[in-house]
């Protein structure tokens, strides 16, 4: 009952509306910018490259700046990843099962690799959600922008991002000190919980994306990725207990989410109004992200499919149907093994 009641409770609000202002305006400013060009196709790139703002929500604008100098760069490094494991599928001559697999290791070894970077750079959020995230869905994209195109609006995102960072030092009662004390070194014990972090998100993202493709190429469902973006979300908490409800958040959120996407795609808005809403729910996710995590899936579902189908236009029945089955996938995978050293020490224990 009490894990129930805590799924359920909003945590006190802290400046959030700042953060969430920030990041609505860093996405949607180059998204426009886009739109006016009629360059869709770069839109994925953009989108990612936004994240860059929802590093250092409240820390002083100096050490806020060097965070996410740090994050910006490794997103931009991500994406230019993801492009090039796009490219070599086609180089390679790869049939289309082949560039899933590809894709699926790659993604995997992303999720471990960057959730090891995060925690030496001691960004937050921690994890690699949203680098395996911009990883899939970027190498997925069947038809490639051309590769200094994409990188120049990432780049070009990233840089904006940084500036509405900062922009708050307009004002002077806003502005903080320019103050940066070196950061303090990973103790031992910090760094073996990275490295056991790492393993943990290897590990369920590879389970996750397994499963997604093998039960995805027998049933017909696409997206997979999104399997292996579920699976790490319950991998974020201090507690077992914690970690659970995550997942089951992730779930139900999402659930609700695809109800407001539905609505969404039923008014068929125009891709200037289509930005608008993009903004509209990344200031929701970040309002209620650090504060009640399946509220926020109500606003982070819609926004990330909407931005998907910017990019590549999918039935919108097909959509919905692949975002709900590989999220359940995906969000089991990540409980279970959350709970799987809690089991395998009792089958362990002597009796």
Not at 17 to 30: D, E, G, N, Y
Not at 177 to 194: D, M, N, Q, S
Not at 249 to 266: H, K, S, Y
Request: charged residues 10%.
């Amino acid at each position: 009952m009490k894990m129930l009641a805590e799924m359920f409770t909003i945590a006190p609000g802290n400046k959030d509306h700042q953060v969430a202002l920030r990041c609505a305006i860093s996405v949607f400013v180059p998204l426009i910018t886009l739109v006016l060009l009629d360059r869709l196709d770069l839109a994925i790139f953009a989108s990612f490259g936004a994240f860059t703002g929802i590093y250092g929500r409240n820390e002083p604008h100096a050490k806020r700046f060097g965070l996410q100098v740090r994050a910006g760069t490794l997103m931009v490094a991500v994406m230019l990843l993801a492009a090039l494991t796009a490219r070599a599928g086609v180089a390679f001559a790869l049939p289309a099962a082949g560039t899933i697999w590809l894709q699926v290791v790659a993604t995997t070894l992303v999720a471990g690799s960057c959730s090891l970077v995060v925690a030496w750079w001691r960004l937050r959020p921690a994890g690699s959600l949203f680098h395996i995230f911009a990883f899939a869905a970027i190498a997925s994209i069947p038809n490639q922008p051309p590769l200094w195109q994409g990188m120049l609006v990432a780049v070009a995102t990233v840089v904006f991002s940084l500036l509405v960072g900062m922009s708050a030092r307009l004002v002077r009662s806003r502005r903080t000190p320019w103050v940066r004390p070196p950061p303090a070194p990973l103790t031992p014990a910090e760094k073996r919980t990275a490295l056991h972090e790492s393993i943990g998100y290897l590990v369920a993202a590879g389970l996750a994306g397994t499963l997604a493709t093998l039960v995805g190429q027998r049933l017909g469902f696409g997206h997979n990725y999104w399997a292996m973006v579920a699976a790490v979300v319950p991998l974020v908490g201090h507690t077992t207990r914690h970690r659970i409800s995550r997942g089951l958040q992730r779930i139900m959120g999402t659930a609700l989410g695809l109800v407001l996407l539905a609505g969404i795609l039923l008014l068929q808005p125009d891709p200037w109004q289509t930005v608008l809403i993009i903004a509209a729910c990344q200031f929701g996710a970040e309002m209620f992200i650090a504060r009640q995590y399946l509220l926020a899936q109500i606003f982070v579902t819609p926004l990330a499919l909407i931005s998907t189908l910017l990019v590549v236009p999918t039935a919108p029945g097909t959509l919905l149907r692949d975002r709900i089955f590989h999220t359940v996938i995906g969000a089991a995978v990540g409980i279970a093994v959350v709970l799987a050293p809690a089991v395998w020490r009792r089958f362990r224990a002597p009796l």
